[in-house]
């Protein structure tokens, strides 16, 4: 059973546009949402992250929001660039350890 | 700081034989995680060390597979024997605390 869904599979986004993903989950023991950003043939790499204290986290470009009554959260990619084209992951974790993924967007912004 | 590192980058092999993988963490990470991702689905928690101690084996799938962590330092994951099924993309990570993990570049296990 799947513990995080993530939509959509894929995104085409224009440069200078705003790439918008979104994630939902049911366990409501999961305190530790972090965003993971993937370029072919490398690991996945911490992007941001976020606790369900805050609805809100913003580093750059990047912004996570997050909805706790509606057990969603979304990473925002604002200006979105040629070299953010990549795979981005969001997880959720209730220990910090062990972290459930979703299935991965594949981001493309084109020139 | 070197990052987390696996050995080999790819690796076929045929149903029914051994494949050892091998994950160095970086220096001073007592978190060690074994991740999977089967084509078309999601990366799947496998396992996480505590310096060489197994903390939470409850991704396993099953039996053919033995995870070890010698010393509390490198990490390697046997898959015996291999099934079709065991192709993917195994991925390392490591932590020095909880939270934020460190990946390496992965593992792509093909099994004829």
């Known amino acids: 059973q799947q513990q995080v869904k993530q939509s959509p599979q894929s995104l085409i986004v224009q440069k200078g546009g705003i790439s918008i993903i979104n994630c939902a989950y049911e366990?409501?023991?999961?305190?530790?949402f972090p965003w993971y950003q993937q370029f072919p043939g490398k690991g996945p790499a911490l992007l941001i992250a976020i606790r369900p204290d805050v609805s809100e986290k913003k580093e750059g470009r990047f912004t996570i929001s997050f909805n706790k009554s509606a057990k969603q959260f979304s990473l925002h990619i604002m200006d979105s660039q040629p070299g953010d084209s990549a795979t981005y992951f969001c997880?959720?974790?209730?220990?910090?350890?062990?972290?459930?993924f979703g299935k991965g967007t594949s981001l493309l912004v084109t020139p | 700081e070197a990052g987390v590192t696996q050995f080999p980058s790819h690796s076929v092999i045929e149903k029914g034989q051994t494949v050892t993988l091998r994950c160095d963490p970086i220096?001073?990470?007592?978190?060690l995680y074994w991740y999977r991702r089967v084509m078309g689905k999601e990366i799947k928690f496998l396992l996480h060390?505590?310096?060489?101690?197994?903390?939470?084996e409850s991704g396993m799938p099953n039996n053919r597979f033995l995870a070890e962590r010698t010393g509390g330092t490198y990490s390697t994951l046997k898959v015996q024997p291999a099934e079709l099924e065991d192709s993917g993309v195994y991925f390392c990570?490591?932590?020095?605390?909880?939270?934020?993990?460190?990946f390496g570049p992965g593992t792509r296990l093909l099994v004829l």
């Open positions: 366990n409501t023991a999961f305190d530790y």
């Open positions: 997880a959720a974790s209730d220990s910090g350890y062990a972290l459930n």
């Open positions: 060390f505590v310096k060489e101690s197994k903390q939470d």
């Open positions: 990570a490591s932590s020095r605390f909880g939270e934020t993990q460190y």
């Open positions: 220096s001073g990470h007592d978190n």
